[in-house]
């Protein structure tokens, strides 16, 4: 029986199953026709189970209209109908969800399949076909002496829709049968579906040229095929496989005695069948393959839902026959439902290491894909205003695998009547410095990136790295020690620390981790380990204001841009005075550049951190502006990479910026040259494809002694 409210529970017997036909209709009707679900597949498969369960115990309320009794809904009117020469009928399920209807144990439909397929056929361990259960649409393909003369879907079971021009630009649908000695008719079944590369690859382009993406491969699928122009369907990424066969009229007709040995003749014949296809025996063979299969479903390239188990020999078929709706001889199990419908009860803002700010979903809690999901991203606020997301919404929430939860629909006619347009706020919700977002940028950032504690770990990564402040030994592992016990909040605490911080801190972290060292050898190890790292961070203090500048963090600015930023200024104090019209007057800084320096300047609190490291003795040695606008390769931006043998990396920068040039680390089409070491990879290939001219290390040396350097 499914689960029921108390409101269900109270509702008369009759009332309750008008009630659940009228909502499995509507269901059918966006699902079918519109190609636009109301409600995940979970819901639907429960409301048809409680409604299977109240014509079992109420016989008169069983109508012949009842969805019970068919499989799908009617065609759309813009096809033409097509009435099958046999069936296609749906397949039993067996549930694996912990939503599904009460008192059901998937498992135990399953064994319970098998014993009455055992029971039918007096025999043990019968042997069944197994197969994934494809998340795409339900086709038939009709051929007549080898040639495709029509292509109908599954409609309602007995009358679908004529889509033969459609499928015909799927490439996977074979036009002209190989081989030889295939019947006169030929009646094949199978699933249209959307590869998951070709979905990812569909939808950024859609984003890229402001189109609408699909909503998710399955959707996209049937979305695609039941386009009345079939250059449409041209255009989208459609794949196909076979998973049965048969030979109009004679239902009882076979290709071979077993469904295996069809499948392989339709192999032979051009038409694409799942290599994930094998053949099992018994229920603990089929419960094996449910289990393989479940754990590389996220690798695998296609959605699929479940598995199918088919008995295998054909006149065992025949022997089980049919019920009502499906084959006595075959069941689905299904997976966990990857999509659930719940509620948006708020709309926080979460922090990342990075500064970025993302909004999410705060659920009420709800099983998908068997784990319990309170949380959704939402992705950025485009995504919001995309979907239109507010509080109080109905939404479908999709897991797939290890993937973050996400919303990715709303359900618009059980939006509650106040339910406002969500905005994205202004100051972080951890430090409450303003949130910025640039024009023409997808993710909007707080800009308290020293102070912020969510991006505290980053900032002090980033600050101790070789090319910023240069702290040996402080890796990620003790920087996270640090931030856990409590002995740095900010960059500037660094400098505070002593040797028996150090000492005390690994301490705490051996015990956390349960380490049991040798006493006397493990302390002499930290107490060099700890005075070498307290030598750093005292040496760290004498440094230059390019160094600075890029340990600073601030977004956009790279080694290049800090180095072009000392020297155009001189001095921190000139740059922090600088507003974005000043900045936009330096070499290669643009309007969204100067408008990241200004804001991270114009924030008090990163203006109270630089000045606690300068007070904890963070210095150097300052200079006039160097606003030089002459040299051999002035205006030129050049790029290194590989190996050189005569200069080190940063020599060859050094030399090449003393004569005018910007070093930078990426290539672009604004690049003058790049100059090739050994080993050189990625950045070689980029300037190749934009054209961009190439110098060995024998032409650099050579510029390099003609300026005397």
């Known amino acids: 029986m499914a689960k029921t409210s108390h409101h269900q529970q109270a509702q008369p017997a009759a009332q309750r199953a008008a009630t659940l036909r009228d909502a499995i209709d509507d269901a059918?009707?966006?699902?079918?026709?519109?190609?636009?679900?109301?409600?995940?597949?979970?819901e639907y498969d429960r409301l048809m189970r409680e409604l299977e369960a109240l014509e079992s115990d109420h016989p008169e309320l069983a109508t012949p209209d009842s969805p019970t009794n068919r499989v799908g809904a009617k065609p759309v009117a813009g096809f033409a109908e097509v009435r099958?020469?046999?069936?296609?009928?749906?397949?039993?399920?067996?549930?694996?969800?912990?939503?599904?209807?009460?008192?059901?144990?998937?498992?135990?439909?399953?064994r319970d399949f098998v014993r009455r397929v055992e029971q039918g056929l007096g025999i043990a361990d019968p042997e069944f076909a197994v197969?994934?259960?494809f998340d795409g649409l339900a086709i038939s393909l009709r051929y007549e002496a080898g040639v495709f003369v029509q292509g109908a879907?599954?409609?309602?079971?007995?009358?679908?829709?004529?889509?033969?021009?459609?499928?015909?630009?799927?490439?996977a649908v074979p036009l002209r049968l190989r081989g030889k000695a295939w019947p006169t008719v030929l009646e094949v079944r199978g699933e249209v579906y959307m590869p998951k590369a070709g979905f990812d690859a569909y939808n950024a382009r859609m984003l890229r040229e402001g189109g609408k993406p699909l909503a998710n491969p399955r959707n996209g699928a049937a979305g695609s095929l039941r386009q009345l122009d079939p250059r449409v369907t041209a255009s989208r990424p459609l794949a196909f496989y076979a998973y049965?066969?048969?030979?109009?009229?004679?239902?009882?007709?076979?290709?071979?005695d077993r469904h295996s040995a069809a499948m392989a003749k339709l192999r032979g014949w051009g038409f694409p069948t799942c290599p994930q296809s094998e053949l099992v025996r018994g229920v603990e063979g089929c419960l094996g393959y449910f289990a393989k299969i479940g754990a590389m479903r996220d690798r695998l390239p296609y959605g699929i839902d479940g598995v199918v188990y088919k008995v295998d020999r054909y006149d065992?078929?025949?022997?089980?026959?049919?019920?009502?709706?499906?084959?006595?001889?075959?069941?689905?199990?299904?997976?966990?439902?990857?999509?659930?419908?719940?509620?948006?009860?708020?709309?926080?803002?979460?922090?990342?290491?990075?500064g970025a700010a993302t909004p999410v979903a705060r659920l009420k809690p709800v099983q998908v894909a068997g784990v319990t999901v309170t949380n959704a991203t939402l992705h950025n606020a485009d995504q919001v205003a995309r979907l239109d997301v507010r509080v109080g919404d109905s939404v479908i929430v999709r897991r797939a695998g290890d993937v973050i939860p996400e919303v990715v629909r709303v359900i618009p006619e059980r939006r509650p009547p106040h339910a406002k347009p969500w905005k994205m706020p202004t100051h972080c919700p951890i430090c409450g410095s303003a949130i910025e977002r640039e024009e023409g940028e997808v993710a909007a950032r707080c800009s308290g990136g020293l102070v912020c504690a969510a991006q505290r770990r980053e900032t002090i990564r980033h600050f101790a790295s070789r090319r910023a402040m240069d702290i040996d030994g402080l890796g990620e592992r003790y920087i996270g020690d640090l931030i856990e016990f409590g002995y740095v909040h900010s960059i500037a605490d660094l400098y505070t620390l002593a040797l028996d911080d150090f000492l005390e801190m690994k301490r705490r972290a051996e015990e956390r981790d349960g380490a049991i060292p040798d006493t006397v050898k493990a302390g002499k190890i930290a107490s060099k380990w700890a005075g070498n790292l307290v030598e750093a961070i005292e040496a760290s203090k004498a440094t230059t204001l390019e160094r600075f500048l890029f340990a600073l963090g601030i977004p956009e600015v790279g080694e290049a841009t800090a180095k072009t930023l000392a020297r155009h200024f001189g001095s921190l104090e000139a740059l922090m005075q600088a507003g974005e019209a000043d900045l936009?007057?330096?070499?290669?800084?643009?309007?969204?550049?100067?408008?990241?320096?200004?804001?991270?300047?114009?924030?008090?609190r990163n203006r109270e951190a630089i000045a606690a490291l300068r007070q904890a003795g963070v210095h150097w040695r300052e200079s006039a502006p160097q606003r030089r606008t002459d040299g051999p390769l002035a205006g030129r931006t050049v790029v290194l990479t590989g190996s050189l043998s005569t200069l080190t990396r940063d020599n060859a920068k050094d030399k090449l910026e003393a004569l005018g040039a910007k070093v930078a680390g990426s290539v672009s089409k604004k690049t003058s040259f790049v100059v090739a070491g050994d080993a050189a990879g990625s950045k070689l290939d980029k300037a190749r494809a934009l054209g961009v001219e190439v110098w060995d290390e024998a032409r650099l040396l050579a510029l390099l002694e003609s300026h005397g350097s």
């Open 28 to 42: 059918n009707y966006r699902y079918y026709v519109l190609d636009n679900p109301a409600i995940p597949d979970a």
């Open 84 to 110: 099958h020469a046999i069936p296609m009928l749906s397949l039993a399920n067996a549930f694996t969800d912990t939503e599904a209807p009460a008192g059901v144990d998937p498992e135990h439909e399953v």
């Open 131 to 133: 197969e994934p259960k």
């Open 153 to 171: 879907t599954r409609g309602d079971g007995t009358t679908g829709e004529d889509v033969t021009a459609n499928l015909r630009t799927v490439k």
């Open 244 to 256: 049965g066969v048969y030979l109009p009229p004679d239902p009882d007709a076979v290709l071979a």
């Open 316 to 354: 065992q078929q025949r022997e089980l026959g049919f019920v009502a709706r499906a084959p006595r001889w075959a069941i689905a199990h299904k997976f966990p439902a990857e999509e659930q419908a719940t509620v948006v009860e708020a709309i926080d803002i979460q922090i990342g290491r990075t």
């Open 584 to 604: 936009t007057e330096v070499s290669d800084i643009g309007p969204v550049m100067a408008g990241h320096i200004a804001a991270f300047f114009a924030e008090r």
